[in-house]
C-alpha cells in the first residue's frame, strides 16, 4: 500500500465519522423538539388516582370566597395559612433531623475494625517477642541447666570419683554439663569464698575457656585435654597450657540433706594459678598421641 491510498482510506474514514457525529446530533435534537408525552406509559388507575388526589388538594384555593362580610370572620384564614406553614415547617425540620445511634445499634464500622484489627496484631507481636527474650535471658528455674541440679547422694558420689587403683575418674553430670572431681585438701587462695567444693567434690564446667569447645578427661595425663587447640587443664581444672586464657570455669556446690546440689546458674570465673595445686601430667598426653597418629 502506498502513502498516497494511506492518506486517501484516512480521509474517507474521517468524512465517514463526521457525517456519522452529525446525524447523531440532528437525531438528537429532533427527538428533543418534538416533547412527547411524559404521562406515556402511565396506566389509567394512576393517572386517575393523580387526579382525584389533584381535587382534594387544589380547589380550596380556587374556589370563590363565600359570601359573607369580612368583617364576620377576619382571622380564620391567616390562622389557617399559619398552621399550614407551621406544619410545613414542622414536616421540613422533621425530614432534616439527625438521630445519632448508639455504638450497640449501629455496630462496628469500618475504621474501627481495622484500627482494632492493626492494634490485635502489632500487640501480639510485641507479645511474642517479649516472651522470645524473657524466655532468652531468664535463667531455668524449673530444671536444667542454669537451675540447681541434685547430682545424687554425696557418699555414693565420693566413691564413684576414683577409680579402684586409686586414680581420678571425673563423673559426668549431663542436666549440669559439668565434671564432678576429688577436690584437693588445701585450695589456692584464689578459691577461697567462692563455696566452689563441698564434702571433697567440685564441679567443672565442660567448656574450654578458649572458644567453648567440650574439653575431655585424659586418664593417661590425668587433666582435662581441648581437642581443638590443645589447651590443658590439671584434675581440679588448674591451667597447665595452651591458649587458654584462665582456668575451667566451675560451679557453685552445696550439700542438702546429704545430696550434692549444683548451682548451674552460679558460674566461678578464676584466673590462671601461680602454681598447681595437682600435679600435672602424670602421663602421656591425649592429645599429643592423636596427632602423631596421622604421621605413623
Given at each position: 500500500?502506498?502513502?498516497t491510498n494511506?492518506?486517501?482510506?484516512a480521509?474517507?474514514v474521517?468524512?465517514?465519522l463526521?457525517a456519522?457525529g452529525?446525524f447523531?446530533?440532528?437525531?438528537?435534537r429532533?427527538?428533543t423538539?418534538?416533547?412527547?408525552?411524559?404521562?406515556?406509559?402511565?396506566s389509567?388507575?394512576?393517572?386517575?388516582a393523580d387526579r382525584?388526589?389533584?381535587a382534594?388538594?387544589i380547589?380550596?384555593r380556587?374556589?370563590p370566597?363565600?359570601?359573607v362580610?369580612v368583617?364576620?370572620?377576619p382571622e380564620?384564614?391567616p390562622?389557617?395559612v399559619?398552621?399550614?406553614?407551621?406544619d410545613a415547617v414542622?414536616?421540613?425540620l422533621?425530614?432534616q433531623?439527625?438521630v445519632?445511634v448508639?455504638?450497640?445499634e449501629g455496630g462496628v464500622?469500618?475504621?474501627?475494625?481495622?484500627?482494632?484489627?492493626?492494634?490485635?496484631?502489632?500487640?501480639?507481636?510485641?507479645?511474642a517477642?517479649?516472651?522470645?527474650?524473657?524466655a532468652?535471658?531468664w535463667?531455668?528455674?524449673?530444671?536444667g541447666?542454669g537451675?540447681?541440679?541434685?547430682?545424687?547422694?554425696v557418699?555414693?558420689l565420693q566413691?564413684?570419683?576414683?577409680?579402684p587403683a586409686?586414680?581420678v575418674?571425673?563423673?559426668?553430670?549431663p542436666?549440669a554439663?559439668a565434671y564432678l572431681v576429688?577436690?584437693?585438701d588445701?585450695l589456692s587462695?584464689?578459691?577461697e569464698g567462692?563455696?566452689?567444693?563441698?564434702?571433697?567434690l567440685m564441679?567443672l564446667?565442660?567448656r574450654c575457656?578458649?572458644l567453648g569447645?567440650?574439653?575431655?578427661w585424659?586418664?593417661?595425663?590425668?587433666?582435662?585435654?581441648c581437642?581443638c587447640?590443645?589447651s590443658?587443664?590439671?584434675a581440679?581444672?588448674?591451667?597447665f597450657g595452651?591458649?587458654a586464657?584462665?582456668n575451667?570455669?566451675r560451679?557453685v556446690?552445696?550439700n542438702?540433706g546429704g545430696?550434692?546440689i549444683?548451682?548451674?546458674?552460679s558460674?566461678?570465673e578464676t584466673?590462671?594459678a601461680?602454681g598447681?595445686?595437682?600435679?600435672y601430667p602424670?602421663?602421656?598426653?591425649?592429645?599429643?598421641?592423636?596427632?602423631?597418629?596421622?604421621?605413623?
Amino acid at each position: 500500500m502506498t502513502l498516497t491510498n494511506a492518506v486517501l482510506i484516512a480521509v474517507a474514514v474521517v468524512a465517514i465519522l463526521g457525517a456519522a457525529g452529525a446525524f447523531a446530533v440532528a437525531y438528537r435534537r429532533s427527538q428533543t423538539a418534538e416533547r412527547p408525552d411524559p404521562l406515556a406509559g402511565v396506566s389509567p388507575e394512576t393517572r386517575a388516582a393523580d387526579r382525584s388526589a389533584i381535587a382534594v388538594a387544589i380547589p380550596p384555593r380556587v374556589e370563590p370566597e363565600p359570601q359573607v362580610e369580612v368583617e364576620a370572620e377576619p382571622e380564620p384564614e391567616p390562622e389557617q395559612v399559619e398552621e399550614e406553614e407551621a406544619d410545613a415547617v414542622v414536616e421540613i425540620l422533621e425530614t432534616q433531623r439527625i438521630v445519632e445511634v448508639s455504638p450497640e445499634e449501629g455496630g462496628v464500622s469500618r475504621r474501627q475494625f481495622f484500627n482494632r484489627a492493626i492494634t490485635a496484631t502489632f500487640g501480639t507481636f510485641l507479645a511474642a517477642q517479649g516472651l522470645y527474650y524473657l524466655a532468652f535471658f531468664w535463667p531455668k528455674l524449673t530444671g536444667g541447666f542454669g537451675a540447681d541440679i541434685d547430682a545424687g547422694p554425696v557418699s555414693d558420689l565420693q566413691s564413684q570419683v576414683f577409680t579402684p587403683a586409686g586414680g581420678v575418674l571425673p563423673l559426668f553430670i549431663p542436666e549440669a554439663r559439668a565434671y564432678l572431681v576429688p577436690a584437693p585438701d588445701q585450695l589456692s587462695a584464689q578459691f577461697e569464698g567462692q563455696s566452689v567444693s563441698t564434702d571433697g567434690l567440685m564441679a567443672l564446667y565442660m567448656r574450654c575457656v578458649h572458644l567453648g569447645c567440650r574439653v575431655p578427661w585424659c586418664a593417661p595425663s590425668q587433666g582435662f585435654e581441648c581437642p581443638c587447640h590443645g589447651s590443658r587443664y590439671n584434675a581440679i581444672g588448674e591451667y597447665f597450657g595452651g591458649p587458654a586464657p584462665r582456668n575451667l570455669d566451675r560451679f557453685v556446690v552445696e550439700n542438702q540433706g546429704g545430696r550434692l546440689i549444683i548451682r548451674t546458674g552460679s558460674i566461678i570465673e578464676t584466673p590462671r594459678a601461680p602454681g598447681l595445686s595437682v600435679q600435672y601430667p602424670q602421663g602421656p598426653s591425649c592429645i599429643s598421641a592423636v596427632a602423631a597418629t596421622p604421621e605413623a
